[in-house]
Protein backbone atom coordinates (compact mmCIF):
# COMPACT_ATOMS: atom_id res chain seq x y z
CA UNK A 1 0.00 0.00 0.00
CA UNK A 2 1.15 3.44 -0.56
CA UNK A 3 2.15 6.08 2.02
CA UNK A 4 -0.02 8.54 0.66
CA UNK A 5 -2.77 7.84 -1.69
CA UNK A 6 -5.22 9.84 -3.52
CA UNK A 7 -8.30 10.12 -6.18
CA UNK A 8 -6.69 8.54 -9.22
CA UNK A 9 -8.92 11.37 -11.44
CA UNK A 10 -8.45 13.08 -14.03
CA UNK A 11 -11.73 15.18 -12.87
CA UNK A 12 -13.30 16.93 -16.07
CA UNK A 13 -15.72 19.67 -14.70
CA UNK A 14 -17.08 23.12 -15.86
CA UNK A 15 -16.52 26.18 -14.92
CA UNK A 16 -18.23 27.23 -11.56
CA UNK A 17 -18.51 23.43 -10.83
CA UNK A 18 -17.47 22.48 -6.74
CA UNK A 19 -15.08 19.82 -7.28
CA UNK A 20 -13.30 17.20 -3.95
CA UNK A 21 -10.16 15.53 -3.96
CA UNK A 22 -9.41 13.10 -1.27
CA UNK A 23 -6.13 11.66 0.16
CA UNK A 24 -5.12 8.93 2.53
CA UNK A 25 -2.06 8.22 4.25
CA UNK A 26 -1.09 5.18 6.26
CA UNK A 27 1.67 6.12 8.68
CA UNK A 28 0.21 7.49 11.95
CA UNK A 29 3.10 9.54 12.65
CA UNK A 30 2.48 12.13 10.21
CA UNK A 31 2.81 15.26 11.52
CA UNK A 32 2.18 17.58 9.13
CA UNK A 33 0.01 18.14 5.75
CA UNK A 34 -0.60 20.38 2.77
CA UNK A 35 -1.60 20.76 -0.86
CA UNK A 36 0.38 21.77 -3.11
CA UNK A 37 -0.30 22.59 -7.24
CA UNK A 38 1.70 21.60 -10.35
CA UNK A 39 0.94 22.70 -13.37
CA UNK A 40 2.16 20.49 -17.02
CA UNK A 41 6.25 20.27 -16.73
CA UNK A 42 6.43 23.40 -13.90
CA UNK A 43 7.58 22.38 -10.71
CA UNK A 44 5.52 21.65 -7.70
CA UNK A 45 4.15 24.96 -5.35
CA UNK A 46 2.54 25.00 -2.26
CA UNK A 47 -1.64 25.43 -2.31
CA UNK A 48 -2.37 25.56 1.26
CA UNK A 49 -1.21 24.12 4.63
CA UNK A 50 -3.54 21.49 6.13
CA UNK A 51 -4.85 22.37 9.79
CA UNK A 52 -6.55 19.94 11.91
CA UNK A 53 -9.39 22.87 12.71
CA UNK A 54 -9.43 22.68 8.80
CA UNK A 55 -8.89 25.96 6.74
CA UNK A 56 -10.21 28.02 4.01
CA UNK A 57 -8.36 30.25 1.55
CA UNK A 58 -10.69 31.95 -1.39
CA UNK A 59 -12.07 29.19 -3.45
CA UNK A 60 -10.32 26.37 -1.41
CA UNK A 61 -11.10 24.42 1.93
CA UNK A 62 -8.59 21.39 2.95
CA UNK A 63 -9.76 19.21 5.99
CA UNK A 64 -7.73 16.76 7.89
CA UNK A 65 -9.30 13.54 9.88
CA UNK A 66 -6.51 12.78 11.96
CA UNK A 67 -8.27 9.76 13.17
CA UNK A 68 -9.38 8.17 9.62
CA UNK A 69 -5.90 9.48 8.24
CA UNK A 70 -7.45 11.58 5.79
CA UNK A 71 -6.91 14.48 3.72
CA UNK A 72 -9.50 16.98 1.41
CA UNK A 73 -9.27 19.75 -0.92
CA UNK A 74 -12.85 21.57 -1.90
CA UNK A 75 -12.63 23.73 -4.70
CA UNK A 76 -15.65 26.02 -5.46
CA UNK A 77 -16.62 28.05 -8.28
CA UNK A 78 -14.01 26.41 -10.52
CA UNK A 79 -11.82 28.65 -12.59
CA UNK A 80 -9.98 27.42 -16.01
CA UNK A 81 -6.67 28.82 -14.16
CA UNK A 82 -7.41 25.70 -11.58
CA UNK A 83 -6.43 22.91 -14.42
CA UNK A 84 -3.42 21.61 -13.04
CA UNK A 85 -2.38 18.47 -11.05
CA UNK A 86 -3.01 18.72 -7.32
CA UNK A 87 -0.67 16.86 -5.00
CA UNK A 88 -1.40 15.47 -1.21
CA UNK A 89 2.05 15.58 1.03
CA UNK A 90 2.46 14.68 4.25
CA UNK A 91 6.05 14.99 6.76
CA UNK A 92 6.77 12.17 8.10
CA UNK A 93 9.16 11.51 10.87
CA UNK A 94 11.68 13.74 13.28
CA UNK A 95 14.86 14.29 13.89
CA UNK A 96 16.38 10.70 13.88
CA UNK A 97 14.63 10.23 10.21
CA UNK A 98 12.67 13.15 8.14
CA UNK A 99 10.52 12.71 4.81
CA UNK A 100 7.94 13.83 2.42
CA UNK A 101 6.04 12.01 0.73
CA UNK A 102 4.11 13.31 -2.17
CA UNK A 103 0.95 11.54 -3.43
CA UNK A 104 1.09 10.64 -7.02
CA UNK A 105 -1.72 13.10 -7.48
CA UNK A 106 -4.65 14.56 -9.03
CA UNK A 107 -5.50 16.13 -12.68
CA UNK A 108 -7.96 18.58 -13.01
CA UNK A 109 -9.18 19.71 -16.05
CA UNK A 110 -11.99 22.45 -15.90
CA UNK A 111 -13.52 23.51 -19.03
CA UNK A 112 -15.25 26.24 -20.47
CA UNK B 1 14.41 37.76 -3.68
CA UNK B 2 16.54 34.92 -5.85
CA UNK B 3 14.17 31.65 -5.68
CA UNK B 4 15.76 27.97 -5.41
CA UNK B 5 18.37 27.75 -8.17
CA UNK B 6 19.78 24.36 -10.21
CA UNK B 7 21.90 23.32 -12.69
CA UNK B 8 21.88 22.29 -15.20
CA UNK B 9 18.89 22.30 -16.71
CA UNK B 10 19.55 19.93 -18.68
CA UNK B 11 21.70 17.48 -19.12
CA UNK B 12 21.71 14.86 -21.45
CA UNK B 13 24.30 11.79 -20.57
CA UNK B 14 25.80 8.25 -21.79
CA UNK B 15 25.27 5.10 -19.85
CA UNK B 16 27.68 4.29 -17.46
CA UNK B 17 29.07 7.99 -17.18
CA UNK B 18 28.51 10.10 -13.57
CA UNK B 19 26.49 13.39 -13.71
CA UNK B 20 27.05 15.77 -10.17
CA UNK B 21 23.33 18.19 -10.44
CA UNK B 22 23.80 20.91 -8.33
CA UNK B 23 21.02 23.12 -6.00
CA UNK B 24 21.65 26.36 -4.66
CA UNK B 25 18.40 27.10 -2.32
CA UNK B 26 17.14 30.36 -1.10
CA UNK B 27 19.28 32.30 1.27
CA UNK B 28 18.45 31.57 5.16
CA UNK B 29 16.77 28.37 4.38
CA UNK B 30 18.33 25.64 6.37
CA UNK B 31 16.49 22.55 5.23
CA UNK B 32 17.29 21.45 1.88
CA UNK B 33 15.29 18.01 -0.10
CA UNK B 34 16.37 16.51 -3.48
CA UNK B 35 13.24 14.59 -5.28
CA UNK B 36 13.19 13.20 -8.34
CA UNK B 37 10.23 12.36 -10.94
CA UNK B 38 9.59 10.24 -13.70
CA UNK B 39 7.72 11.17 -16.86
CA UNK B 40 4.00 11.47 -15.45
CA UNK B 41 5.04 10.30 -12.60
CA UNK B 42 4.68 11.72 -8.45
CA UNK B 43 7.95 12.97 -6.84
CA UNK B 44 9.80 10.16 -5.33
CA UNK B 45 11.68 11.95 -1.89
CA UNK B 46 15.14 10.98 -2.29
CA UNK B 47 16.97 12.78 0.54
CA UNK B 48 16.62 15.67 3.59
CA UNK B 49 19.48 18.08 4.46
CA UNK B 50 19.14 19.80 7.78
CA UNK B 51 21.88 22.10 8.01
CA UNK B 52 24.94 19.56 6.47
CA UNK B 53 23.51 17.07 7.72
CA UNK B 54 21.20 13.93 6.38
CA UNK B 55 20.12 12.02 8.94
CA UNK B 56 18.94 9.58 6.89
CA UNK B 57 19.21 8.22 3.55
CA UNK B 58 17.14 5.38 3.25
CA UNK B 59 15.52 7.45 0.42
CA UNK B 60 18.36 7.04 -2.14
CA UNK B 61 17.67 4.43 -4.85
CA UNK B 62 20.34 2.92 -4.80
CA UNK B 63 24.64 3.18 -3.51
CA UNK B 64 25.38 4.69 -6.86
CA UNK B 65 23.52 7.63 -5.45
CA UNK B 66 25.23 10.21 -3.49
CA UNK B 67 23.93 13.48 -2.18
CA UNK B 68 26.55 16.13 -0.22
CA UNK B 69 25.77 19.68 1.72
CA UNK B 70 28.19 21.87 2.19
CA UNK B 71 28.13 25.34 4.46
CA UNK B 72 24.54 24.92 4.84
CA UNK B 73 24.04 25.81 1.57
CA UNK B 74 24.60 24.21 -1.97
CA UNK B 75 24.01 20.85 -2.44
CA UNK B 76 25.07 18.41 -4.91
CA UNK B 77 23.44 14.68 -5.82
CA UNK B 78 25.92 12.53 -7.52
CA UNK B 79 25.39 9.82 -9.80
CA UNK B 80 27.48 7.34 -10.12
CA UNK B 81 27.58 4.70 -13.56
CA UNK B 82 24.11 6.02 -14.97
CA UNK B 83 21.36 3.91 -15.99
CA UNK B 84 18.78 4.35 -18.27
CA UNK B 85 16.54 3.83 -15.41
CA UNK B 86 18.29 7.07 -13.93
CA UNK B 87 16.36 9.01 -16.85
CA UNK B 88 14.16 11.78 -14.57
CA UNK B 89 13.69 15.30 -13.75
CA UNK B 90 15.62 15.74 -10.35
CA UNK B 91 14.09 18.13 -8.33
CA UNK B 92 15.51 20.61 -5.71
CA UNK B 93 13.09 22.17 -2.68
CA UNK B 94 14.46 24.43 0.09
CA UNK B 95 12.59 25.61 3.41
CA UNK B 96 13.43 27.84 6.41
CA UNK B 97 13.64 24.65 8.49
CA UNK B 98 12.56 20.69 8.14
CA UNK B 99 11.56 18.86 11.08
CA UNK B 100 10.95 21.29 13.99
CA UNK B 101 7.54 20.68 14.98
CA UNK B 102 6.36 23.30 12.66
CA UNK B 103 4.96 23.55 8.78
CA UNK B 104 7.43 24.91 6.88
CA UNK B 105 6.55 25.48 2.99
CA UNK B 106 9.26 24.07 0.69
CA UNK B 107 9.84 26.20 -2.38
CA UNK B 108 10.77 23.76 -5.65
CA UNK B 109 13.89 24.29 -8.01
CA UNK B 110 12.80 24.70 -11.96
CA UNK B 111 14.34 21.06 -11.68
CA UNK B 112 16.78 19.32 -13.78
CA UNK B 113 16.14 16.84 -16.71
CA UNK B 114 18.49 13.75 -17.09
CA UNK B 115 18.42 12.04 -19.94
CA UNK B 116 20.52 8.90 -20.44
CA UNK B 117 21.20 7.56 -23.21
Known amino acids: RKEVEQDPGPFNVPEGATVAFNCTYSNSASQSFFWYRQDCRKEPKLLMS???SGNEDGRFTAQLNRASQYISLLIRDSKLSDSATYLC?????????????FGAGTRLFVKA | GAGVSQSPSNKVTEKGKDVELRCDPI?????LYWYRQSLGQGLEFLIY????????KSGLPSDRFSAERTGGSVSTLTIQRTQQEDSAVYLC???????????????FGPGTRLTVT
Open chain 1, 50 to 52: VYS
Open chain 2, 27 to 31: SGHTA
Open chain 2, 49 to 56: FQGNSAPD
Open chain 1, 89 to 101: VVNIGDTGGFKTI
Open chain 2, 93 to 107: ASSLDGYSGDIYEQY
